[in-house]
């Protein structure tokens, strides 16, 4: 058994986690698509909404609607206790117009400067969009702390600075398996596998 899902993004790293979680829950062959693979032209999509929930939904209905197939979406938040919540739903924009991981990350450790709280916990919101145009959601989140400093060189994104509770390592300085066994996206992914499974795709 196998299956393809398109996914309502540009970003290849995330591809590739979405598909290694996905093999590893399910036991099956997954063809995980992203925009370039089969609507390159279309740019980012302009994520507008106030919640991860609206944002993933967002990404998931447009790609839905311009290729009429399985779409999935999500959106993800790293919500800082002492920054009163924040970056939230602007985690991947934090730094401002044309925001990289460096530069995110940068920001961050800036303003967390001289901070002792340093809570953090990150979410993850998957839009699921079937072919028949059956609407879904599944969220995970995982709890932790906000490093001093940026540490270790696999992952992306916040991954260098943020320690999931229960280990000492940031995502960034475990392997990729140890990430996926305790991060937010593969907690949301999980529960995505298992409705998928419940439901004999």
Do not use: C
Not at 26 to 40: A, G, N, R, S
Not at 47 to 62: M, P
Not at 98 to 125: D, P
């Amino acid at each position: 058994m196998s299956f393809k899902l398109i996914l309502a993004t540009h970003n290849r790293d995330k591809r590739d986690e979405l598909r290694s979680i996905l093999e590893k829950e399910m036991k099956v062959k997954v063809e995980v698509l992203t925009l370039d693979d089969i609507i390159p032209a279309i740019g980012d999509i302009e994520e507008t909404g106030a919640t991860l929930e609206e944002n993933a939904l967002i990404k998931a209905r447009e790609v839905h609607r311009l290729t009429n197939l399985p779409t999935i979406a999500d959106d993800t938040g790293l919500e800082v206790e002492a920054l009163d919540g924040a970056p939230g739903v602007y985690s991947a924009r934090f730094s401002g117009p044309g925001a990289t991981y460096a530069s995110n990350v940068k920001k961050l450790l800036t303003e967390m400067s001289g901070k002792e709280n340093r809570t953090a916990q990150f979410t993850t919101v998957i839009a699921y969009i079937d072919e028949r145009g059956r609407e879904l959601l599944f969220e995970g989140d995982v709890k932790g702390t906000i490093a001093l400093e940026a540490r270790g060189t696999n992952g992306f994104g916040y991954d260098p600075v943020f320690i999931p509770r229960g280990t000492n390592k940031t995502f960034a300085e475990l392997s990729t398996e140890e990430k996926n066994s305790l991060s937010h996206r593969g907690n949301a992914m999980r529960e995505f596998a298992t409705f998928m499974h419940s439901n004999a795709v």
